[in-house]
């Protein structure tokens, strides 16, 4: 194996262990599972990012990076062992079956993927561990599956958006986010900071407003307007730096969902992972949503830009007509066709003005008239200055109640002169 082919793996067992340390650090001490697991979603995000193909040096130096920290944590090799066989094997496991799905990884299906991903990551890691606690320790089956599957499923939601989102990233000299977004965004970051500040550190809250619990949504709000300024990830990186103050928070003792456990029978740390579970879930919803819109917006420009290519490469153009407003939508060179920008072409009138005279009446009855539909035959006329000669195909579409509805049609223009016999029986007509 070449050496290159072993940094990305390295890389992400530096970034399992960094993680998996301050989620040991931010547990404290625990018996079966603690209430926090970052290197889930770290370990989900390096199997999603790398080809099959190369998975093996990962996965072994995965478990080498959680055998190290049992050792830091004095925990016995066998079970640092068996523990690593349940993450990290379940993990593999399912997020192959995920891929080898026939749909995409991207856009609404990622969202679908990923959380298929968490929850069975979650759920079927949690089973095997609740099941191997309670046959070795007596420990309670439901509490300990509680416990692990949501810890598991939070870290994925947490840590596994962002490592996507910036695995992408590329800087570019041009282009990107316009700068009043950016500033918008930069604004809304720092007031998500300040809310957080507010609603985990601060007494403001109730000597202000004489409200504690109601200023956790504050930061929810400012991490959506991030999200939709900056993307993905932006909102990504928005939920990390939430997450990590309220864990900060949360170990040192502070924060309102301490308050909270001290009047009803909870972990802080569980409810403070619901509620980042649900921050992470909006900034990827909102990341999503705006990403296909967006997509979807740039598939259309670059429609049109073909369509109108093609038709001035062809000299044709291309009109929709209003039949109840009388206004025309056109696509093509209009200007280098018709002598005329579109916006000057906008009206049935200003339309005929441009034809010759001797053919606008029919030109007019051929558009209003929509008796024919598609029997309708092509019509030859010329412009107003007799410079072009020009082929109308048309058709018309009528409503449920057989009133006409729209006139779509493409004019095709020729330079050669018209004969006298061909253009003597139309305009006798």
């Known amino acids: 194996?070449?050496?290159?082919?072993?940094?990305?793996?390295?890389?992400?067992?530096?970034?399992?262990?960094?993680?998996?340390?301050?989620?040991?650090?931010?547990?404290?001490?625990?018996?079966?599972?603690?209430?926090?697991?970052?290197?889930?979603?770290?370990?989900?995000?390096?199997?999603?990012?790398?080809?099959?193909?190369?998975?093996?040096?990962?996965?072994?130096?995965?478990?080498?990076?959680?055998?190290?920290?049992?050792?830091?944590?004095?925990?016995?090799?066998?079970?640092?062992?068996?523990?690593?066989?349940?993450?990290?094997?379940?993990?593999?496991?399912?997020?192959?079956?995920?891929?080898?799905?026939?749909?995409?990884?991207?856009?609404?299906?990622?969202?679908?993927?990923?959380?298929?991903?968490?929850v069975g990551v979650s759920v079927v890691s949690g089973i095997f561990g609740a099941a191997w606690f309670q046959f070795t320790q007596g420990l309670s089956f439901w509490q300990t599956l509680r416990i692990w599957a949501l810890s598991d499923l939070v870290g994925i939601l947490i840590m596994t958006p962002v490592l996507a989102g910036w695995s992408q990233f590329r800087a570019t000299r041009s282009g990107g986010i316009a700068r009043t977004e950016f500033l918008l965004g930069l604004a809304s970051f720092v007031a998500m900071v300040a809310s957080a500040y507010l609603a985990f550190d601060s007494h403001i809250d109730r000597l202000v407003f004489d409200v504690e619990f109601s200023t956790t949504y504050?930061?929810?709000?400012?991490?959506?307007?991030?999200?939709?300024?900056?993307?993905?990830?932006?909102?990504?990186?928005?939920?990390?730096?939430?997450?990590?103050?309220?864990?900060?928070?949360?170990?040192?003792?502070?924060?309102?969902?301490?308050?909270?456990?001290?009047?009803h029978s909870s972990n802080a740390l569980l409810e403070l992972q619901v509620y980042l579970a649900v921050a992470s879930l909006l900034s990827l919803l909102i990341s999503t949503l705006k990403t296909t819109r967006e997509q979807l917006h740039d598939d259309v420009a670059r429609w049109k830009n073909e369509v109108?290519?093609?038709?001035?490469?062809?000299?044709?153009?291309?009109?929709?007509?209003?039949p109840q407003q009388l206004v025309f939508t056109w696509s093509g060179d209009v200007e280098a066709l018709l002598g005329l920008p579109a916006t000057q072409l906008h009206t049935l009138d200003q339309v005929l003005r441009r034809v010759s005279p001797l053919d606008q009446a029919r030109l007019?009855?051929?558009?209003?008239?929509?008796?024919?539909?598609?029997?309708?035959?092509?019509?030859?006329?010329?412009?107003?200055?007799?410079?072009?000669?020009?082929?109308?195909?048309?058709?018309?579409?009528?409503?449920?109640?057989?009133?006409?509805?729209?006139?779509?049609?493409?004019?095709?223009?020729?330079?050669?002169?018209?004969?006298?016999?061909?253009?003597a029986p139309s305009r006798g007509a």
């Open 308 to 322: 109108e290519l093609s038709l001035s490469a062809s000299r044709q153009l291309a009109y929709t007509l209003d």
């Open 1 to 118: 194996m070449k050496p290159d082919n072993l940094v990305a793996p390295l890389a992400w067992a530096v970034v399992y262990f960094l993680f998996g340390f301050a989620s040991h650090e931010l547990n404290g001490a625990f018996i079966a599972s603690g209430y926090i697991w970052l290197p889930a979603g770290i370990t989900v995000g390096a199997l999603l990012l790398t080809p099959t193909a190369r998975w093996f040096p990962l996965l072994v130096l995965l478990v080498a990076a959680q055998v190290l920290l049992g050792w830091i944590e004095q925990r016995e090799l066998w079970r640092m062992m068996l523990f690593s066989l349940d993450e990290i094997g379940v993990a593999a496991i399912v997020v192959w079956l995920v891929r080898r799905a026939p749909f995409p990884m991207e856009g609404l299906f990622f969202v679908r993927g990923l959380l298929i991903i968490g």
């Open 218 to 263: 504050v930061p929810l709000f400012f991490i959506a307007l991030v999200t939709l300024l900056w993307g993905g990830r932006g909102g990504a990186l928005s939920v990390v730096v939430l997450s990590l103050m309220a864990f900060v928070y949360n170990s040192l003792g502070r924060g309102p969902f301490v308050e909270l456990v001290r009047l």
């Open 364 to 423: 007019r009855q051929r558009w209003l008239d929509g008796s024919d539909g598609e029997a309708r035959a092509d019509m030859q006329f010329r412009l107003q200055d007799g410079s072009a000669l020009v082929l109308d195909s048309s058709r018309s579409l009528l409503d449920a109640e057989d009133r006409l509805a729209l006139v779509a049609g493409v004019w095709r223009f020729s330079d050669q002169a018209l004969q006298a016999q061909d253009m």
